[in-house]
T-cell receptor, first 114, second 117 residues
Framework: DTGVSQDPRHKITKRGQNVTFRCDPISEHNRLYWYRQTLGQGPEFLTYFQNEAQLEKSRLLSDRFSAERPKGSFSTLEIQRTEQGDSAMYLC????????????FGPGTRLTVL | AQKITQTQPGMFVQEKEAVTLDCTYDTSDQSYGLFWYKQPSSGEMIFLIYQGSYDEQNATEGRYSLNFQKARKSANLVISASQLGDSAMYFCAMREGFGGSQGNLIFGKGTKLSVKP
């Protein structure tokens, strides 16, 4: 049973470019969550999916951010027209219907916007 | 207003001693869950322990226990017999809503624990 995986692990981009991150949850986990963590802070919720349905979105998720989970398996998070303030660690987590209490986190994607 | 407050930015503990990390929370929901996660320098978030608002007994998981005081809205983490590998950031988190109806976790700012040999 492999854990949550995220790709890429690091991304450096120039301001104004678009970036896309991928998250593969633990198989059979039907809930998938995206969080953002800036230096010295705890993770902040962005959005979550149950199967392919996006059930909740934070106000932090501006119109430059879009997340998808088309087949209820992996998910992508796209940031358009990146800004320096988008520099952060983007964390993905998944949970099983048998226990929504435990969210298993991936290693994260560290984004640096120059 | 902050939903989760961790007032200790950093803590030191001697190896083999116990340490308590503080967490207070704010919610108007009757049903909620409280969590502690560990984040080592590698960056991964590791689930440690969970306490439901209706659980009458304090949760325990090995060397971790959660001191749940509902009236005070506190959920302190107690680590017994500290080990060098316990050095990490520790985050308290809350999920509101019954049975996971609200999926997201709300995290505090964390406490950096350093275990001294």
């Amino acid at each position: 049973d492999t854990g949550v995986s995220q790709d890429p692990r690091h991304k450096i981009t120039k301001r104004g470019q678009n970036v896309t991150f991928r998250c593969d949850p633990i198989s059979e986990h039907n809930r998938l969550y995206w969080y953002r963590q800036t230096l010295g802070q705890g993770p902040e919720f962005l959005t979550y999916f149950q199967n392919e349905a996006q059930l909740e979105k934070s106000r932090l998720l501006s119109d430059r951010f879009s997340a998808e989970r088309p087949k209820g398996s992996f998910s992508t998070l796209e940031i358009q027209r990146t800004e320096q303030g988008d520099s952060a660690m983007y964390l993905c987590a998944s949970s099983s219907p048998r226990s929504y209490n435990e969210q298993f986190f991936g290693p994260g994607t560290r984004l640096t916007v120059l | 207003a902050q939903k989760i407050t961790q007032t200790q930015p950093g803590m030191f503990v001697q190896e083999k001693e116990a340490v308590t990390l503080d967490c207070t929370y704010d919610t108007s929901d009757q049903s909620y869950g409280l969590f502690w996660y560990k984040q080592p320098s590698s960056g991964e978030m590791i689930f440690l322990i969970y306490q439901g608002s209706y659980d009458e007994q304090n949760a325990t998981e090995g060397r971790y226990s959660l001191n749940f005081q509902k009236a005070r809205k506190s959920a302190n983490l107690v680590i017994s017999a500290s080990q060098l590998g316990d050095s990490a950031m520790y985050f308290c988190a809350m999920r509101e809503g019954f049975g996971g109806s609200q999926g997201n976790l709300i995290f505090g700012k964390g406490t950096k624990l350093s275990v001294k040999p």
